[in-house]
């Protein structure tokens, strides 16, 4: 039950755990934002029930034990020791969520930089080393500097992120002064994971149309696998077809209506009556309507829609409220 709820809805949860007197200690630690969303969430918290409770605690308490193993060890001995205390899956689950954790406190300089100063910096750089910088960044970002590459660039860049897989702190070191710029904390870690497919695609799922369909165009013909393989993990607006009706219901609830009218003006035949079934008579209607007098509507303002609509989808199954299944093997059960 405790997977239901939100990253920042558990934290909350761990926060009341805690108690007033401990909570207030932790909160030390924690920037003003991520003390306001968890107040915030606190605040809204009606009930959590005693089984959702455990789940959460125990799972914070096993990253916990992580951390404090892969700090005392290195990353073979925590391995081991979590092996044993909870099993191979958990022990993977939780090595790999704190893997993250640690490449977020490398280049924190970029995250909490504008992109067109990233752009700048990045300008003259070989495409390993942007390829290594946006595998640090947040995903919005690295979509927009991406889309702001020359376009002989852009595809040489994204297949790099996608074939990284560990890299040394030594190099991470060495690159960050190369850049003339302080590490913002020290990763403990023999080797930290950065960049991957995982990660392109997330990155993918952020850039403007134009610019996703530029690089899976050129990316299908040079290396067709790997173009295959970041979409698996990715949702554009044609898979809209692959979803079950609740799960579009769901999120028609959330789209404006004018936004779907244009979205829906040159879309796939089978999308637009798949989202169009969906609606009520009236809803439908209108919409219908709508798209029947839209006229000189630009190509750009018709993908702008649909990424916004994408955009909604993935806020939803983000929130827990929808579950898509990507690939094969990843069939959903009722």
Known sequence: MAEALT????????????GAERASEVYKFLSEEEVEQIS????KLDRLSPEQMQSTVEDFYGLCITQKVINEGGVLYAKDVLEKAFGQQQASSFMERLSKSLRSKSFEFIRKADSKNIQMILQNEHPQTIALILSYARSDQAA????????GIQLDVIKRIAELDRVSPEMIKLVETTLEKRFSAIVTAD?????????????MNRVDRATEKFIFD???EKDAALAEEIHK???????IATLDSMTIQRFIREVDTKDLAVALKSANEDVKQLILQNMSSRM????????????????RDVEEAQQKIVGIIRQLEEAG????????????LA
């Open 233 to 239: 993990l990715m949702f554009v607006f044609e898979d």
């Open 284 to 299: 439908r209607e209108s919409v219908e309507q709508d798209i029947q007098y839209l006229h000189n509507i630009r190509m």
């Open 40 to 43: 915030l969430e606190i605040a």
């Open 218 to 220: 050129e990316l299908g």
């Open 7 to 18: 990253p920042v809805k558990k934290a909350a949860a761990v926060i009341i755990a805690l």
């Open 144 to 151: 927009q500097i991406i889309a702001e590459l020359p376009r």
């Open 191 to 203: 080797q930290v994971e950065v960049g991957g497919v995982p990660y392109i695609a997330e990155i």
């Open 321 to 332: 409220e929808i579950v898509i299944a990507r690939g094969e093997g990843d069939e959903i």
